[in-house]
T-cell receptor, first 116, second 111 residues
Framework: GAGVSQSPRYKVAKRGQDVALRCDPI?????LFWYQQALGQGPEFLTY????????KSGLPSDRFFAERPEGSVSTLKIQRTQQEDSAVYLC??????????????FGPGTRLTVL | KQEVTQIPAALSVPEGENLVLNCSFT??????LQWFRQDPGKGLTSLLL?????REQTSGRLNASLDKSSGRSTLYIAASQPGDSATYLC??????????FGQGTRLTINP
């Protein structure tokens, strides 16, 4: 079946622009995660949804970052007034069940954001 | 708070060698640990998930172990092949949801 898809795959933004990154999770997956991966580093957690509810947004770096999943499937990560330090790969992952005790997360290919 | 560390950051070995990648974590109350593979420009692919009740998991030429008491996990790759070249990441949970990743080990297998 289809995996997690993300669009766009690459995004170049001028400093100060707003961007929106889209994630299409695996159909029927309850949980959805966003991670930020800097060059040469492991992914870092940003936020987590269970269906349409955003249950954890403790990893969002600032109030310029906003995520939503209004119908419990597709999710959008929005970054307002982008800064150079926002340049990174943004990874989306989905998981079939509510908890991760026995279930893995399935990752999309990521969106590489470059802020000039 | 869970912290995950991977050593070495990079490793280069000749084809055919057996090798071990190391991962350490700070929260011994971990209920599972996962190993992922990441190819350049790609997302992460789950390789093995070891539950806390298990000591190891095997998939083909890969074997992962988990020692909660010492806060360590290892990924053993047997008879390495050039196609194994990638970055390998381990991740432990923090709470029931988010994953905390190590920095990764960039592995190169030389033909």
């Amino acid at each position: 079946g289809a995996g997690v898809s993300q669009s766009p795959r690459y995004k170049v933004a001028k400093r100060g622009q707003d961007v929106a990154l889209r994630c299409d999770p695996i159909s029927g997956h309850v949980s959805l995660f966003w991670y930020q991966q800097a060059l040469g580093q492991g992914p870092e957690f940003l936020t987590y949804f269970q269906n349409e509810a955003q249950l954890d947004k403790s990893g969002l770096p600032s109030d310029r970052f906003f995520a939503e999943r209004p119908e419990g499937s597709v999710s959008t990560l929005k970054i307002q007034r982008t800064q150079q330090e926002d340049s990174a790969v943004y990874l989306c992952a989905s998981r079939r069940f509510r908890d991760g005790y026995t279930d893995t997360q399935y990752f999309g290919p990521g969106t590489r954001l470059t802020v000039l | 708070k869970q912290e995950v560390t991977q050593i070495p950051a990079a490793l280069s070995v000749p084809e055919g060698e057996n090798l071990v990648l190391n991962c350490s974590f700070t929260d011994s109350a971990i209920y599972n640990l996962q190993w992922f593979r990441q190819d350049p420009g790609k997302g992460l692919t789950s390789l093995l998930l070891i539950q806390s009740s298990q000591r190891e998991q095997t998939s083909g030429r890969l074997n992962a172990s988990l020692d909660k008491s010492s806060g360590r996990s290892t990924l053993y790759i047997a008879a390495s092949q050039p196609g194994d070249s990638a970055t390998y990441l381990c991740a432990g949970p923090q709470g029931a949801q988010k994953l905390v990743f190590g920095q990764g080990t960039r592995l190169t297998i030389n033909p």
